[in-house]
Nanobody, 116 residues
Framework: QVQLVESGGGLVQPGGSLRLSCTAS????????MSWYRQAPGKERELVAS????????SYGDSMKGRVTISRDNAKNTVYLQMNSLKSEDTAVYYC?????????WGQGTQVTVPS
């Protein structure tokens, strides 16, 4: 079955960087769009970035545009999120999502904490 496992979260000081990873299994990773979302306490889940299957074209949500880069390694079945210049408002659980045949599959999330 489809499995998505995020890693790389943690505590980082304001202005710091983190790279999140999401390793996928149970489907042909290279064929599908992958995305990163985040959800802060008391807020709705929001899109951070997506990367397409063909050509790996990327798109970004407004909240972190200019501070994040999404990439993928199809040989490793892994999608990455490089986050820079982190702020306290970036504190959230970050989720990986695969869109497969009009169904969404989610990972368990990884916590990113940026103290104020």
């Amino acid at each position: 079955q489809v499995q998505l496992v995020e890693s790389g979260g943690g505590l980082v000081q304001p202005g710091g960087s983190l790279r999140l990873s999401c390793t996928a299994s149970g489907f042909t990773f290279s064929l599908y769009t992958m995305s990163w979302y985040r959800q802060a306490p008391g807020k709705e889940r929001e899109l951070v970035a997506s990367i397409g299957s063909v050509g790996g074209s990327a798109s970004y949500g407004d909240s972190m545009k200019g501070r994040v880069t999404i990439s993928r390694d199809n040989a490793k079945n892994t999608v990455y999120l490089q986050m820079n210049s982190l702020k306290s408002e970036d504190t959230a659980v970050y989720y990986c999502k695969a869109r497969i045949m009009r169904l969404d599959y989610w990972g368990q999330g990884t916590q990113v904490t940026v103290p104020s």
